[in-house]
């Protein structure tokens, strides 16, 4: 398999990242690149270190080794609740939205690195015209929507912040294959409005449509890394992941 390319400008760069809780050590120095508009994903079962690596990225869990860059911007010791002022959106596991908030106040809650004015406004009209049952929806509480509806709002939310690179976690759990469609289309069109991602998820046959590049993680390790179109013909990908 080919390997992580070189760091670009306007990249995320991790290098060694790893996690530990406790005596666990749950991310063993796991380096990656997700380009300029590129879209790198992660697969692999429950328990495979996906989320913790994603975590660790936002901050969201400490960072027991390894270095965070994007572009020229340091990012290995930024708070969590900082991490979004430096241009990266979170679209966490399970959605989490604020179930007694509107759909619009979920959304704004998303914006909150930016002043209220005529650009928080454009940003949410900009969302219900990526997802219009939102806007349909603007004040209905966010724990009355559907699973793919609180997933669309999770995205919109993310976008609020107007990242350079967004980290999805899991967007396809628990949707319908139908929904599941719709979830690919919107990040094939993020990433012709040029933003990256990061993805991480089971269902590898999504993964391998909304991205270029695949990194394997088993027991908090990258055991198999390259191109989607190299991880498709790789045998034990094949058997392990897609079922054939």
Same mark, same amino acid.
């Given at each position: 398999?080919?390997?992580?390319?070189?760091?670009?400008?306007?990249?995320?760069?991790?290098?060694?990242?790893?996690?530990?809780?406790?005596?666990?050590?749950?991310?063993?120095?796991?380096?990656?690149?997700?380009?300029?508009?590129?879209?790198?994903?992660?697969?692999?079962?429950?328990?495979?270190?996906?989320?913790?690596?994603?975590?660790?990225?936002?901050?969201?869990?400490?960072?027991?080794?390894?270095?965070?860059?994007?572009?020229?911007?340091?990012?290995?010791?930024?708070?969590?609740?900082?991490?979004?002022?430096?241009?990266?959106?979170?679209?966490?596991?399970?959605?989490?939205?604020?179930?007694?908030?509107?759909?619009?106040?979920?959304?704004?809650?998303?914006?909150?690195?930016?002043?209220?004015?005529?650009?928080?406004?454009?940003?949410?009209?900009?969302?219900?015209?990526?997802?219009?049952?939102?806007?349909?929806?603007?004040?209905?509480?966010?724990?009355?929507?559907?699973?793919?509806?609180?997933?669309? !709002?999770? #995205?919109? =939310?993310? /976008?609020?912040?107007?990242?350079?690179?967004? @980290?999805?976690? %899991?967007?396809?759990? +628990? *949707?319908?294959?139908?929904?599941?469609?719709?979830? !690919?289309? #919107?990040? =094939?069109? /993020?990433?012709?409005?040029?933003?990256?991602? @990061?993805?991480? %998820?089971?269902?590898? +046959? *999504?993964?391998?449509?909304?991205?270029?590049?695949? !990194?394997?993680?088993?027991?908090?390790?990258?055991?198999?890394?390259?191109?989607?179109?190299?991880?498709?013909?790789?045998?034990?990908?094949?058997?392990?992941?897609?079922?054939?």
């Amino acid at each position: 398999m080919s390997q992580v390319p070189e760091p670009a400008a306007g990249a995320l760069t991790v290098e060694q990242l790893s996690v530990r809780y406790g005596a666990v050590r749950a991310v063993k120095s796991v380096s990656l690149t997700v380009p300029l508009a590129g879209a790198v994903s992660i697969i692999g079962a429950n328990g495979a270190g996906k989320t913790s690596t994603l975590k660790a990225l936002m901050g969201l869990v400490p960072r027991d080794e390894g270095r965070i860059r994007l572009g020229e911007q340091e990012l290995t010791r930024v708070r969590a609740r900082d991490m979004v002022r430096h241009g990266i959106g979170y679209v966490p596991e399970g959605r989490r939205v604020f179930s007694g908030l509107s759909v619009e106040k979920n959304l704004l809650l998303g914006g909150y690195v930016r002043s209220w004015g005529g650009q928080s406004r454009g940003l949410l009209e900009r969302v219900y015209g990526y997802f219009p049952m939102l806007g349909e929806m603007r004040a209905r509480p966010g724990g009355a929507l559907s699973g793919g509806q609180q997933q669309m !709002l999770a #995205i919109g =939310r993310a /976008l609020m912040s107007q990242p350079r690179l967004i @980290l999805f976690d %899991e967007p396809s759990m +628990g *949707l319908s294959p139908k929904l599941v469609d719709g979830i !690919l289309e #919107i990040l =094939r069109r /993020l990433r012709a409005e040029g933003l990256s991602l @990061l993805l991480v %998820e089971q269902n590898a +046959g *999504l993964a391998f449509e909304a991205t270029d590049r695949c !990194l394997v993680m088993e027991n908090g390790e990258v055991v198999i890394s390259g191109t989607c179109d190299e991880l498709r013909d790789d045998a034990r990908v094949r058997r392990s992941y897609l079922g054939l």
